[in-house]
């Protein structure tokens, strides 16, 4: 039998206009999808598009995976 999954995506910057990201946030996004069932599978740099002006900001997606059942 194929084990199946099923994947989220969190995406997270610490502010508005970016800033530098916080090892407790990540920390406490990670500990409430595990306390779900959720793994984390991987953890991503990218440019996250911010809520004030045109540009992007410094942000992570983070992607968790569980087995369907």
Known sequence: MVA???YEVEELREGLI???????????VLN??????W????I???EV??????GG???VLVT???PVV
């Open 4 to 6: 199946r999954y099923k």
């Open 49 to 54: 598009k911010g809520r004030i002006g045109p």
């Open 32 to 37: 409430q999808h595990a306390r779900e069932g």
């Open 39 to 42: 793994q984390l599978k991987a």
């Open 64 to 66: 968790f995976e569980r």
């Open 18 to 28: 970016g800033g530098k990201m916080s090892g407790g946030k990540l920390e406490k």
């Open 57 to 59: 900001v410094d942000g």
């Open 44 to 46: 991503t740099s990218v």
